[in-house]
């Protein structure tokens, strides 16, 4: 695990550095907010211990500016200030965690292992065409802000042709993709799905219309 530390309190960051070190992490400390920033953009790191009182750039700025930058790297917070008002104020600039100074070695270290067994942020995997939207993370789908409606089925059917928009994809392929590989190619459920999906699509404005290719499969499109 990469840890990077930022305290202008030399003592305790040489004491936080050899006591992780010697749980077999590997460290990067910074004595200022500025050299902490370059730190956590130049490098990639598990966690960030960061204190909030800091020459050159205030914890809380350099929270910030690291989540600005779109990096979700867990951050822990020190402070001598337990007031709940400071607590909220370093969650909301994106801290993960905070603890208050003095604290144990053997609290920041649970704290790091509790705060790391965090799924990380998903982002949203969507796909658009005209005027529709599939978010493939959350399973929803929306034609002009609106949502549509589909079965299970009629999502999956609807997602693989998204994903590959505009080209075609044989009717086999489709049905491996929703069902398994031993489903019935000679069932026509694939068909009645379709139909259904192009009644629902329609929704106005850049209308998205999957299209039927004779002895070659399906593909999707916006209507000209």
């Given amino acids: 695990m990469n840890i990077l530390i930022v305290d202008d ?23 200022d907010g500025v050299t902490g920033l370059e730190y956590a953009i130049k490098n990639k ?14 914890g809380k700025q350099v929270c910030r ?12 917070m020190l402070s001598v200030n337990s007031e709940i008002d400071t607590k909220v104020e370093l969650l909301n ?18 704290r790091i292992r509790a ?18 939207v599939l978010d493939d993370t959350n399973k929803t789908v929306k034609c002009k802000s609106k949502n549509v409606y589909l079965t299970c089925k009629e999502f999956s059917i609807l997602a693989c042709l998204l994903k590959n928009k505009r080209s075609i994809i044989s009717r086999e ?13 000679f069932s026509n459920a694939l068909e009645s799905h379709i139909v259904n999906i192009r009644k629902k699509i329609k929704c106005g404005g850049k209308k998205c219309h999957i299209q039927s290719v004779t002895g070659r499969g399906y593909r999707i499109g916006v209507e000209e």
Avoid: C, Q
């Avoid at 790191?45 to 050159?56: E, G, R, T, V």
């Fill in 93 to 110: 600039m994106g801290a993960d965690d905070y603890i208050s100074k003095p604290f144990s070695f053997e609290e920041l270290l649970a």
């Fill in 173 to 185: 392929k489709i049905m491996e993709y929703v069902w398994d590989e031993n489903v019935d190619h």
């Fill in 45 to 58: 790191y598990d966690i960030i211990i960061l204190d909030n009182i800091l020459p050159k750039k205030e």
């Fill in 9 to 31: 309190e030399k003592e305790l960051a040489d004491f936080l550095r050899s006591s992780f070190e010697g749980e077999g992490f590997s460290v990067d400390v910074a004595y």
């Fill in 65 to 76: 500016e690291i989540r600005k930058e779109g990096n979700h790297v867990p951050i822990i």
């Fill in 115 to 132: 705060v790391t067994r965090r799924p990380e942020k998903i982002e949203s995997k969507l796909y658009r065409l005209g005027d529709l």
